[in-house]
């Protein structure tokens, strides 16, 4: 098996496939401390592309209650307890001092999907990734656990204080998924009939229906699980990464051709989500640019982390972790980067407070953003994640966002302007 290099992994793994990588790569932020569970996204997303027949299990957005919520039901406990079946006590990360862009989160020491797949053996042959069918039950129930928390406030007086920062003792968070659009997606590993492939120009994976003959290879080994069948059409389907707004075709979006965002991203009323594309060497790395708001926060400041990097597919998609989580469990699905990603989040220094204002400010893809340094506003007492204190210094910068022809999209001031509405009435309320 030939081996690539997975900077999530710090590392080189093997993958069935040689690198070959796209010029640019559909990417996306998503905040979670925001996330309300509205399900306007899971909606957006459905309405447009999984409202037919054989279809009504088919969500390829959706909102999950984390940690007892998924879809299917327990997606990725049942994954993470066949690698660890695979590779008993191995599946650690080593966390290393010398850490640089290509392994910011030091070397996962344990196996990935494509790795731990000799240990499962399948009557049909060798597998590429470790994974598995979900069953009919599994997919019956998107919202299951939905707003159940870990620990009971009411049953044990032990959780007092039980909403305190840095860890709730009560909790839980809303986990928003779509595929990732993964560097090395198992789908395609694992489609005997090359099915499913990733598009050079943005490297959105979709599957080819006329090729597609519903083995179901892609559904047993994405580690998402956003793969899925359709029996009344015996084919499996995918998130397109709505391809035709990303091309710049909705006339009224997108005027002279301006990549725009998803549908699921710009549905979002919690404002938690930032869609980009991101320009890749022809070695596979990001090229450096820190004006990119994907790039500044996935790869310049590692504030926004990938989802379960371990399993090794090096997905696209990164999240900033909820701050109120107990650690343990969020360095489980978002590596060892949690508690810096944590700290920045909780006391914003100037450059990412500006780059947080661009979530949902517009539907064309912000490809470079520039702030106007503004007068110093205020300053704030923030506790942090360790308890001591710190002062923010609060300054009303403008951010700006430029579309791919370099045109200005949006502008943003860290202080919303307030307009005062002119009476007309005098007992108007
Ligand atoms: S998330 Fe799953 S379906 Fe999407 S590209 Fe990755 S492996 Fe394929
Ligand atoms: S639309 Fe946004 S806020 Fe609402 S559930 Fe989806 S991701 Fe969360």
New binding site residues.
């Given amino acids: 098996m030939p081996e690539v290099y997975s900077w999530q992994l710090g590392r080189t793994m093997h993958f069935p496939y040689e690198e070959h990588h796209p010029k640019r790569q559909f990417a996306f932020v998503?905040n979670i401390n925001?996330?309300?569970?509205?399900?306007?996204?899971?909606m957006a997303c459905k309405s447009t592309w999984t409202f037919g027949q054989g279809q009504e299990h088919v969500w390829w957005n959706n909102?999950e209650t984390k940690p007892f919520g998924g879809y299917p039901q327990h997606w990725d406990a049942k994954l993470l307890a066949m690698l660890e079946k695979a590779n008993p006590g191995g599946q650690v990360w080593a966390h290393s001092s010398d850490t640089n862009k290509q392994a910011p989160f030091g070397r996962f020491d344990g196996k990935t999907i494509f790795e731990a797949a000799k240990s499962q053996h399948s009557p049909d042959g060798p597998k590429q990734a470790l994974g598995y069918i979900p069953t009919p039950e599994e997919w019956e129930s998107p919202n299951i656990y939905e707003e159940v928390t870990v620990g009971s406030p009411w049953k044990n007086k032990e959780f007092g204080g039980s909403v305190s920062l840095p860890e709730h003792k009560v909790w839980y968070f809303?986990l928003?998924r779509l595929c990732n659009h993964c560097t090395y997606p198992a789908c395609v590993a694992a489609c005997t009939r090359q099915a499913v492939y990733k598009r050079p120009e943005d490297g959105v994976v979709l599957i080819d229906q006329s090729r597609c003959n519903g083995y179901q290879k892609c559904v047993d080994a994405c580690p998402y699980k956003k793969a899925i069948y359709r029996p009344s059409t015996g084919t499996s389907e995918k998130c397109v990464a709505c391809y035709p707004r990303l091309e710049g075709k909705d006339p009224l979006i997108s005027p002279n051709g301006e990549p725009a965002e998803t549908r699921?991203m710009t549905?979002?009323?919690?404002k938690?989500?930032l869609q980009g594309l991101v320009e890749i060497d022809e070695d596979g790395t990001w090229k450096h640019d820190s004006t990119n708001p994907i790039y500044f926060l996935a790869r310049e400041r590692n504030v926004a982390l990938p989802l379960y990097p371990q399993f090794g597919t090096e997905p696209n998609g990164f999240y900033i972790p909820p701050r109120w989580v107990p650690r343990g469990y969020l360095e489980q699905m978002f590596g060892p980067g949690v508690q810096s990603a944590i700290d920045q989040y909780c006391c914003p220094d100037r450059e990412l407070l500006a780059v947080l204002q661009l979530f949902r400010t517009t539907q064309q893809i912000i490809f470079r953003f520039e702030i106007e340094q503004g007068p110093k506003v205020g300053e704030v007492e923030v506790t942090m994640p360790d308890g001591s204190s710190k002062t923010q210094e609060l300054f009303n910068d403008t951010v700006r966002g430029f579309n791919s022809l370099d045109r200005e999209v949006v502008r943003v001031t860290i202080e919303e302007p307030t307009v005062v509405r002119p009476s007309m009435h005098v007992n108007s309320i």
């Fill in positions: 998503f925001r996330c309300i569970n509205c399900q306007t996204c899971t909102v809303y928003a699921c549905a979002c009323v919690g938690i989500r």
